[in-house]
């Protein structure tokens, strides 16, 4: 079975700093790889993929992540936070690329960016 | 195109009624999926539809819980006598093949 570890479920950051949020996956198969965000009531919006293509995926927002085969990681990076990526971020996994079987999420980590 | 939209946004039951959603997906996209979202956690796969057919279900989805995508488009999920512990966000997505998910709003239900 597949599944999906996100480290912290608050992360606080000031504005500007470095935004790292971590994500740990367990799959006995290739993985495919997601980050989404979610704001206050709205549904979930894709940021990035990871589809073996290549291990450092660039996303929307200025957000990247990096695929770490012997880590097991995917964990999400922004070199410099703004106040609207105050949010909560899921990672997923999933057994097809773009996820067209069903997702796999973490718990969530809830972002705060502190002016 | 439109997104993926879901009717209603909200809705306040009692114990033991019974409730439907319903979810439109972007046009022409095959795949369908509907989530569940309790409070602090993230959402768990409930179902998926390709075109009309319901392809895998989660255990999630007890007796109480049905899916229907009849004609290959707009789905509905109706529960049964509902409880508290249905409280929760239902989020519906859709996709065109092997390609992104793409989440609507949600259904926000509490149970009283």
């Known amino acids: 079975a597949q599944s999906v570890t996100q480290l912290g479920s608050h992360v606080s950051v000031s504005e500007g700093a470095l935004v790292l949020l971590r994500c740990n996956y367990s799959s006995s198969v290739p993985p495919y790889l997601f980050w989404y965000v979610q704001y206050p009531n709205q549904g979930l919006q894709l940021l990035l993929k990871?589809?073996?293509?290549?291990?450092l995926v660039k996303g929307i927002n200025g957000f990247e992540a990096e695929f770490k085969k012997s880590e097991t990681s995917f964990h999400l990076t922004k070199p410099s936070a703004h106040m609207s990526d105050a949010a909560e971020y899921f990672c997923a996994v999933s057994n097809s690329r773009g996820g067209s079987e069903k997702l796999v999420f973490g718990k969530g980590t809830k972002l705060t960016v502190n002016p | 195109d439109t997104g993926v939209s879901q009717d209603p946004r909200h809705k306040i039951t009692k114990r033991g009624q019974n409730v439907t959603f319903r979810c439109d997906p972007i046009s022409e996209h095959n795949r369908l999926y509907w989530y569940r979202q309790t409070l602090g956690q993230g959402p768990e796969f409930l179902t998926y539809f390709q075109n009309e057919a319901q392809l895998e279900k989660s255990r999630l989805l007890s007796d109480r819980f049905s899916a229907e995508r009849p004609k290959g488009s707009f789905s509905t999920l109706e529960i049964q006598r509902t409880e508290q512990g249905d409280s929760a966000m239902y989020l519906c997505?859709?996709?065109?093949?092997?390609?992104?998910?793409?989440f609507g709003p949600g259904t926000r239900l509490l149970v009283l």
């Open positions: 997505a859709s996709s065109r093949g092997e390609e992104t998910q793409y």
């Open positions: 990871y589809t073996s293509a290549a291990t």
